[in-house]
């Protein structure tokens, strides 16, 4: 990735062999020719070494050095395993602080993971994962809006660092708005009130009203499949 560092070391290694270029044309030319104008010496010196002649003797010279030093060891690339430092780059002002409470997963993180949950073909770190997941939301600051992972129509920039998806956390409320937004009723200080039910609570709403002691069993089936399990066991208790 090119970045303001890289761009400034390539533009001093080309300033060091054009540098390089011009002492091999002084140390080439013949002192005893007089030029009448500084065109026609640059002209000739051009003729007699290119620049393209100056890179192969550079070359030639690295890889006799290298030849002779065997015991110097070249630098090394750092692997994968090493981890990355933080960024300690200021956003806004701030430092960010670097959190420990977010998931590890040993492979690479899907791009789509709610579309492989919501047709079963999750990995089974995937499905553990967003199993146990009981909601770490974060709202990006710079502002960033994803598209949301579970409904994939609305833009959000709230993301849960638990179960890594983009999650939408409300609907705006408009006159235009025909569809009807599904509610939860919450007792509050002794009175009903309602609150929306959205992508993010859809999707954590399993872990809130599981038991602690519950086993996390991964359901291999599609959701579809389990919700309909769950509703015929729910009329059988009550039957």
Known sequence: MLNAETAACNRL??????????????????????YSSLRNYRHAASARTTFHLTLLH??????????????????????????????????????????????????????????MVRAGKAPREIQQMVRKCNGKPMMSQ????????????????????????WLCTHRRNTKNNQKKTPLYL???????????????????????GRDPGDDLQVWSGSPDQKRARRVSASRSSEE
């Not at 011009?22 to 002192?31: C, K, P, V």
């Not at 919450?186 to 954590?204: A, L």
């Open 186 to 208: 919450v007792p509050v200080q002794g009175k009903d009130m309602t609150f929306q039910q959205c992508c993010f609570q859809i999707t954590h709403e399993e872990a809130w």
């Open 13 to 34: 290694l080309m300033i060091v062999f054009v540098l390089c270029h011009r002492l091999f044309q002084i140390f080439d030319a013949n002192h005893h020719d007089h």
């Open 58 to 115: 550079c070359d030639r010279i690295f890889k006799s050095e290298l030849l002779q030093n065997p015991q110097q060891q070249s630098p090394r690339t750092p692997t994968n395993n090493q981890q990355r430092q933080p960024s300690r780059r200021r956003v806004d002002g701030m430092i960010p602080q670097v959190i420990n409470f977010g998931t590890n997963l040993s492979i690479d993180t899907p791009r789509k993971i709610g579309s």
């Open 142 to 165: 710079p502002h960033v809006e994803k598209r949301c992972s579970w409904c994939k129509k609305r833009k959000t920039a709230w993301y849960c660092v638990g179960c890594k998806r």
